[in-house]
């Protein structure tokens, strides 16, 4: 079967050997620009009369876009789907339009986990210049909360447990298996109260830190952030990250969310790059697209 056109909309970070295979599915050629389209307008070029797109987590296709592309029958997201509310694309009005929408889960989390042992590690022993505390601290036996026990969570918590740091967690759903490893799970006022370090791992547009929650983490604290977008009030953050001893870590997406005077802030560490992305990550995100789309040719 082959499509008049199949657009990638970004860079969806598809390698080549994925891209040509698609090449096979389209009468024209496949384009993967290596950018990311600045307005609608350069949105609706791109994707033309096409029937198929792909696209990343980075760019939005609205109602709107929709409403302009009649000849689409399948959108590929080349990212996590949990949601219409966290999505990029309009899934629902989509579907209801009749066009199929795919996205793709558990691709990148290895990665993921690394970089926050990379990063906690730095920085509760003072190897990259900033310090959490006075003496350089080990993570056996700190108290660290995780927010949200899925996937990233879950692979987090298993590199954890060996160093004997002490677990919490938070999340929609028990995770009894996990409790059996040793993980506690607290209520989220219950788990700022309890742990010195958070790290937070949930969809994207979840906004679930506010003021008073960070009234409750206090002092002497960490925060790490991975999820995509920022999944707490900012005015919050800011005025927090500003108390004593308080630290907060994050992936280079974050540049994109996080204002520049928030950016600058001594405590504030910014990754130079997007947390969890691998030569594996790539692999693993092309073929779990491939096969999504191929699943649909199938139907």
């Given amino acids: 079967m082959k499509f008049n056109k199949i657009a990638c909309v970004d860079y969806t970070k598809m390698n080549n050997e994925a891209i040509a295979e698609l090449q096979q599915y389209s009468e024209e050629e496949v384009i993967h620009p290596d950018d990311f389209p600045e307005s609608n307008e350069e949105i609706l070029k791109r994707i033309g009369d096409a029937e198929v797109i792909f696209v990343s987590w980075k760019t939005q296709i609205t109602e709107e876009i929709i409403k302009e592309c009649p000849n689409l029958k399948y959108i590929g997201m080349c990212c996590s789907l949990f949601d219409d509310a966290s999505a990029n694309v309009a899934v629902n009005y989509a579907r209801e339009k009749g066009i199929t929408v795919t996205g793709i889960f558990d691709y990148g989390d290895p990665g993921v986990a690394e970089f926050v042992i990379s990063e906690l590690i730095m920085l509760i022993h003072g190897y990259a210049g900033k310090q959490w505390q006075e003496i350089p601290q080990e993570l056996t036996d700190r108290k660290i909360g995780i927010i949200g026990l899925g996937v990233t969570g879950q692979l987090l918590a298993d590199c954890l447990l060996p ?3 002490d677990l919490y967690y938070y999340s929609r759903s028990k995770k009894p298996q996990y409790e059996q490893k040793g993980l506690q799970y607290l209520e989220l006022e219950e788990l700022l109260e309890t742990v010195e370090i958070i790290s937070i791992h949930l969809p994207k547009n979840v906004e679930i830190l506010q003021k008073e929650h960070f009234d409750t983490f206090g002092e002497g604290k960490i925060l790490i952030n991975t999820s995509l977008g920022l999944p707490f009030d900012l005015d919050a953050f800011r005025d927090w990250i500003k108390s004593s001893g308080n630290f907060g870590i994050f992936d280079g997406d974050a540049k994109k969310d996080m204002p520049e005077d928030v950016r600058q802030m001594k ?13 594996k990550t790539q692999e693993r995100l092309s073929e779990k697209v491939l096969n999504n789309f191929k699943e649909y040719l199938q139907e």
């Avoid at 990754?271 to 992305?277: E, I, V």
């Fill in 163 to 165: 160093f004997g740091a």
């Fill in 267 to 279: 405590n504030v560490i910014i990754g130079k790059k997007s947390a969890g992305w691998t030569q």
